[in-house]
């Protein structure tokens, strides 16, 4: 369903992703690991349309329609979700509020009425049967005064109040404790469906122990450089990335 194919980047005159191509399949969870700078995260900001980042060659097809000439929300419409990897904290308005908002923009975009309050609200409570959601959380201000947990709750509560087809969650290279690792996968693994695809980005094996992707790709300076199934996260877990690393400089 999603097709990255020969896609470069550039930011400046610095080309950060070079003849880049993955298949993500319907239902499929693909992670994708890598060092440091190798672009995992200008992928995902790419495919979720954030400005800045020059597109040189390739496209993004999202079931078969090139989503690069979609506006970021255009793509939300179509169903594509990106997970900050910081989140915004935006004080004054309530999750429950933003929640609305967004999935009303995205109602908006695709055409149709905005939801009423009684299908709101049995739609939060449906996200938030999924998940194990504390329904303060929901009335308290976006992120503000989170704890680290507490932000990727949201994030996966916001996965499974969207019901997005593609997400894409890219981790924070700094790591997560050993909770928001399983709030994320714990929210990953219930949401799986076999439509809904999944782009883990990940430095670290260990949420590979949580969320069983279905292939893992190893990216090194732009590309991907190996994929197989979810033993590679293992190998790697035990030789690191050097040999990608070096490969890349020789
Ligand atoms: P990763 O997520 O794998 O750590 P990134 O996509 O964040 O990698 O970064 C890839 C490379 O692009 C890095 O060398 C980084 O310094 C560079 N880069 C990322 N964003 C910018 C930017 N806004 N301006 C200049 N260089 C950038
Ligand atoms: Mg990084
Ligand atoms: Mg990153």
Redesign the pocket.
Known sequence: MLEVKNLSVS??D?E?LKDFNLQVADGEVAAIM??????????S?VIAGKP?YEVTSGEVLLDGENILELSPDERAAKGVFLAFQYPVEIPGVTTMTFLKATLNAIRRQRGEPELSIPDFVKRVNKAAAKLDIKPDLLKRAVNVGFSGGEKKRMDIFQLAFLEPRFAIL?ET?SGLDIDALRVVADGVNALRTKDRSFLV?T?YQRLLEYIVPDKVHV?AG?RIVRSGGRELAHELEKRGYKDYVEAEVA
Not at 34 to 43: C, D, M, R, V
């Open positions: 930011i400046g610095r950060i890598g060092p440091n700078g190798s672009g995992k995260s200008t992928l900001y800045d890219d290279d980005i430095h990216m732009g």
